[in-house]
């Protein structure tokens, strides 16, 4: 079920995905991360029924790009990299989710970490021609987030809102 992924290990119960990590699998199970400021780029192949999902914690790599998941301006090309290799399909399109993005520490000045994230992310998108299908982003809180590899369907959980799904 699982590929060899940046930084993901295989479990019985589904792949948790550490910070500026990437797991991709592919026909079912599910895939999971915790986001706050951090955002969940879930990238998914309906087609080939594989999924990917980085747990983005900065905006942009400046030259460090390691690991690729950390960085949204680094996540992107991995992580599309890891499910075209896992679908065994170069040319394979996907969609997007983006999850997380919480203004959870105080800022003194300037946009918070977590709106870099998600507008990084966004425009990265944009130059992939990746369409974002759904988004759950901003607020003040945390969010535990599942993926269904199968489905796409990405679940959210968090204290303040209780259960959603994109």
């Known amino acids: 079920m699982t590929a060899p992924a940046a930084g993901s290990s295989p479990s019985p119960f589904g792949d948790s995905i550490a910070i500026g990590q990437i797991g991709?699998?592919?026909g079912h199970g599910v895939l999971r991360t915790l986001v706050g400021s951090c955002v969940a780029l879930v990238l998914h192949a309906a087609h080939h029924r594989v999924c990917g999902v980085a747990h983005v914690m900065l905006p942009a790599s400046e030259g460090r790009g390691s690991p690729p998941g950390k960085y949204a301006d680094t996540a992107v090309a991995e992580t599309l990299r890891?499910?075209?290799?896992?679908?065994?399909?170069p040319g394979l399109s996907c969609t997007a989710k983006l999850v997380g993005?919480?203004?959870m520490f105080a800022f003194r000045a300037g946009i918070p970490i977590g709106e870099q994230n998600v507008a990084a992310l966004e425009r990265v998108?944009?130059?992939?021609?990746?369409e974002i299908v759904g988004r759950a982003c901003g607020?003040?809180?945390g969010r535990?987030?599942?993926v269904d590899v199968a489905t796409g369907t990405v679940t959210i959980a968090t204290a303040e809102y209780g259960i959603e799904t994109l």
């Open 101 to 103: 993005g919480a203004a």
């Open 82 to 89: 890891l499910i075209r290799e896992v679908a065994q399909d």
């Open 125 to 130: 998108l944009g130059e992939y021609g990746i």
């Open 139 to 141: 607020g003040q809180h």
């Open 144 to 146: 535990r987030v599942t």
């Open 24 to 26: 991709v699998a592919k």
